[in-house]
């Protein structure tokens, strides 16, 4: 850790790799809340994976893998939208169709990229230390995307994700807020990427949110919570991979799933305790002094 935190005052690669972290923080607060309230994490699965068919293409035909990236994920996102609304009794099957698809037309275009000759692992599993700066821009509109349009269309889309029939009822139109919150999503998708890349990314998204719901219920509550949390783990998984020279990525995500496993046993036994002390109380708590 000290030796990090030496490196950290002269080193830029490692000050960009922590302002990417940071920033990708904002987006896993926010919309990763959103996909735990609405329990839709297999379908941002889907968006995450279909989105090595974007940088795939984007790579044949020399473009950056990012905005191929960012085109794939929406593109994704609206269509595992509309496959589940319209065929919900085979929601999984074609999910999981269009997951292996992306994934399969990625490989297939990086392998004929002529001269490509990158590491597809950087895409799978991310490398936070190897992001350029002009792409921290990136990340940072990405993320002010992602706050105006959560301000501007909150309480629809909390209505979107805790009832979407009762919010039919209100008025609410369910399927155009249910698409935004995908796009959003793949969106998120995009900003992780550099961070843990495509296998992992839904570590990132679900975990810091998860952890937040241990203790906090108000979805605001829970998205400001997740965000520090985000920032946390992204931090602490770059200072501690830094010095034994491992891959960030994946030490990032096994250090959220510690802290997520460990807080779901300390918030199980606070709750047992809690019930217990209601159903018997304790005599000597109702005597006066």
């Known amino acids: 850790m000290t030796e990090f935190l030496s490196a950290l005052g002269h080193q830029p690669f490692l000050q960009t790799a922590l302002l990417a972290g940071l920033l990708a923080s904002i987006g896993t607060g926010v919309v990763g809340s959103l996909v735990v309230v609405k329990r839709i994490t297999f379908l941002a699965g889907g968006i995450a994976h279909s989105v090595l068919g974007g940088i795939g293409a984007a790579l044949y035909f020399g473009l950056d893998p990012l905005l191929g990236a960012l085109a794939a994920a929406v593109l994704s996102a609206l269509l595992i939208g509309w496959v589940r609304l319209a065929w919900q009794a085979q929601e999984d099957t074609l999910i999981g169709a269009l997951w292996a698809i992306g994934m399969a037309v ?3 275009f990086v392998a004929k990229t002529p001269g490509y000759a990158g590491d597809l692992m950087t895409y799978l599993f991310g490398n936070i230390l190897l992001v350029p700066q002009r792409e921290l821009w990136l990340m940072g509109a990405l993320d002010a995307l992602l706050l105006i349009v959560i301000g501007l269309y909150y309480r629809q889309l ?28 793949a969106v998120t998708v995009v900003l992780l990427i550099q961070v843990v890349g495509l296998i992992l990314v839904i570590a990132l998204l679900t ?19 997740a965000t520090a ?11 501690l991979s830094y010095e034994p020279d491992l891959p960030v990525g994946p030490t990032i995500i096994l250090l959220a799933g510690f802290v997520y496993l460990a807080s779901a046993i300390a918030s199980r036994l606070i709750a047992r ?16 002094p």
């Open 106 to 108: 990625g490989v297939l």
């Open 158 to 185: 909390l209505a979107v994700c805790f009832d979407e029939e009762l919010a039919r009822l209100r008025g609410v139109n369910v399927t155009f807020y249910y698409l935004l919150l995908l796009v959003l999503v």
């Open 207 to 225: 975990l810091p949110a998860a952890i937040a719901g241990h203790y906090v219920k108000s979805v605001g509550r829970m998205m400001a919570v």
């Open 229 to 239: 949390i985000g920032a946390l783990l992204t931090s602490l998984g770059l200072a």
């Open 273 to 288: 305790r809690r019930t217990r002390a209601t159903l018997h109380p304790d005599p000597a708590d109702g005597e006066s």
